[in-house]
């Protein structure tokens, strides 16, 4: 893919999270990696989603180093680390999303992981998203937008997540983060993820003892879509759903 293909995917994914309600002002970004090119798009630092365009979007390479030759007018956002060390850590990872949309922020703040309440839930994420752990007082002091994705990499290297089969999770305090195999992807499930956590907050504020449902239909609606052996296939999963318009 040309830089410029790459530049204008990542623009529009951006305007998408505006359009889908799950940002205001400029809290939130889109990021893309072209591994065989050694670069990551991303959104500029407060930068308004309708003032993005290739001509002032950022270009860096892996350590979050201006690209030679590109123009890069604006600083990446400044949460560029974040989003470098799923990149570094998730090798399937070709996107990441951050939003402090609504629903998924507030169970960020009340420290509350997402169970797989349904099956909307089981259709995108295979089992609980979660909630990682707190940073230190010197993880916050020094290099934190680094230390904030990497407790994200910490906490599903621990807790033995497949962040391929869990594409998301809430940064404690801070907001959600989702990921996937292109921007469209990763943008689909920051808009899924919202809504599946409006859910939550709905069903747990009128029976706080509900609990997750049965792992088989968890399994079966995940799988069905997902995997070597996936049979739903002509759902909407959001991949080039700007794009191919």
């Known amino acids: 893919m040309m830089i410029q293909e790459l530049k204008e995917i990542v623009v529009e994914a951006n305007k998408e999270l505006l359009k889908r309600k799950v940002v205001i002002y400029s809290w939130g970004n889109v990021s893309a990696i072209d591994r065989n090119k050694g670069i990551i798009v ?8 309708d003032e ?5 979007i950022s270009v860096v390479d892996l350590e979050g180093k201006p690209v030679r030759g590109e123009k890069n007018p604006l600083k990446p956002s400044v949460d560029l680390d974040i989003h470098r060390a799923l990149y570094e850590n998730f090798q399937e990872c ?5 939003t402090h949309s609504t629903y998924a922020t507030v169970m960020a703040q009340l420290h509350h992981e997402i169970p797989c309440f349904g099956t909307t839930h089981a259709d995108y994420f295979a089992g609980t998203i979660p909630c990682v752990d707190l940073l230190t007082d010197d993880e916050v002091i020094n290099d934190y937008e ?10 599903f290297r621990t807790h033995n997540i497949n962040p391929e089969e869990i594409p998301a999770a809430l940064s404690i305090n801070h907001g959600p983060f989702t990921w996937g ?3 469209w992807d990763a943008v689909h499930k920051a808009v899924v993820l919202e809504e599946i956590c409006k859910m939550a907050v709905h069903m747990l504020e009128i029976n706080p003892d509900c609990t997750a449902i049965p792992k088989v239909i968890s399994d079966k609606h995940f799988f069905r879509k997902h995997g070597v052996n996936a049979y739903f296939m002509n759902d909407d999963h959001g991949h080039g759903m700007i794009h191919n318009k």
Do not use: F
């Open 146 to 155: 680094w230390n904030t994705g990497m407790a994200i990499v910490k906490y």
């Open 52 to 56: 993005l365009t290739t001509e002032n």
């Open 94 to 98: 070709q996107a990441v999303v951050h």
């Open 181 to 183: 195999e292109d921007a």
């Open 42 to 49: 991303i959104k500029p630092v407060g930068l308004p989603y």
